[in-house]
């Protein structure tokens, strides 16, 4: 018996997510010291993780013999406080990846609907096809959500719509008006879940915990592996309504998060220096790049998170030429944007050198 006349039939239709190749192998490859790799293709923090976080993991290894708080009722209060909650306000989850697909085992199934942007994180739609739901894609408008024609493609099956801002792969942000009227205007049967992935690179957030607090069918996430530099870790978080997040709490592994990460997240919580020594470079760093970038000939959308959005003619051959000269990006095929990469803002030097290396290519 072969195992595919096993399997689910669903399965086989189910796209799957392609990362970027690790470090090792691209050295590995190419012939290339790892130290001499920049690795600009993920959106990792290029200063490293929270040095508080660091601080913290060291002190709490010889207890990795015991089970984790299977609560994360600690990191819970912590964050609850940030953002004006209750713990019951909150859940943590192994990346805010998980969280999503929490979503999925609570509110979907075949026949219904899940509205997205059509440039927007291709979790969204691997997670609706998964349980069996349709993807209702929505056009954006330069490369952002288009909220109200999101609002118009709401139906009586809708269940959930996804809306990141700022977007990935494209940087973009709506403007905080733009979401509270979109908030203002969703039926009762649709969740809206606002991804807040890149939040802490904005300049003005939209508050939504007063809709929460109304009664609002929302659940905002955000996650650890941006701005405090822990991707390696598989941190996330969400908040919303207390009776949302026991239902995602039902269906949510035990002991999800690791003891580790959750001693690194409330550090890191904490890290307000380097939280705004990281910002502020970013945006430094983001004016070098678009400035770098204008200046070949190139279209690019500087957006408000830690990457830059380019449009380069050939993507996927840019990719494979910078990537033997050990710089990584990432080539945008997956997401319908052949002609696109989206390019990690780095250090200075790392910058730079990316510059110097497309002004031979281009």
Avoid at 66 to 75: F, I, K, N, R, V
Avoid at 96 to 123: K, Q, T
Avoid at 324 to 349: C, F, H, M, W
Wanted: glycine share 8%; charged share 20%; proline share 6%.
């Amino acid at each position: 018996m072969n195992y595919t006349d096993l399997a689910n039939p669903g399965v086989f239709d189910q796209p799957m997510y392609i990362p970027g190749k690790p470090l090792n192998a691209v050295a590995k490859e190419y012939g290339l010291e790892i130290d001499s790799i920049d690795k600009l293709a993920s959106n990792e923090n290029p200063f490293g993780p929270s040095p508080k976080a660091i601080r913290a993991l060291s002190d709490a290894l010889n207890s990795v013999h015991l089970y984790p708080d299977g609560s994360c009722t600690e990191l819970k209060e912590v964050i609850a406080e940030m953002h004006s909650l209750t713990s019951e306000n909150i859940i943590v989850g192994n990346g805010s990846n998980e969280i999503i697909e929490l979503l999925g085992h609570v509110f979907l199934r075949p026949g219904l609907d899940v509205v997205v942007g059509s440039y927007s994180f291709i979790v969204y739609r691997l997670v609706a096809r998964l349980f069996g739901a349709n993807v209702i894609d929505v056009p954006m408008d330069d490369f952002k959500h288009d909220l109200k024609a999101m609002q118009k493609a709401i139906t009586p099956n809708t269940r959930l719509v996804f809306v990141a801002s700022p977007n990935n792969p494209t940087g973009m942000a709506n403007e905080p008006s733009e979401i509270i009227e979109f908030i203002e205007s969703m039926p009762e049967h649709v969740i809206l879940c606002f991804d807040e992935a890149y939040a802490e690179y904005l300049e003005e957030l939209p508050n939504l915990v007063p809709y929460i607090l109304e009664g609002k069918n929302i659940i905002c996430l955000r996650t650890f592996s941006k701005i405090y530099g822990l991707g390696g870790l598989r941190i996330g978080y969400g908040y919303g309504d207390p009776d949302l997040i026991a239902l995602l709490n039902r269906v949510r592994q035990p002991f999800n998060v690791n003891s580790l990460s959750q001693v690194a997240g409330i550090a890191a919580l904490s890290d307000h220096d380097f939280l705004n020594s990281c910002k502020k470079a970013n945006n430094i760093g983001r004016k070098q790049l678009v400035e770098g970038f204008r200046l070949l000939g190139l279209k690019v959308y500087g957006g408000s998170a830690n990457f830059v959005f380019v449009q380069v003619g050939k993507g996927q051959e840019l990719f494979k030429k910078l990537q033997a000269k050990g710089i990584i990006i990432r080539p945008l095929d997956s997401y319908n944007l052949p002609e696109y990469v989206r390019i990690t803002i780095g250090t200075e030097s790392q910058n730079n050198r990316i510059l110097k290396l497309l002004e031979q290519e281009m």
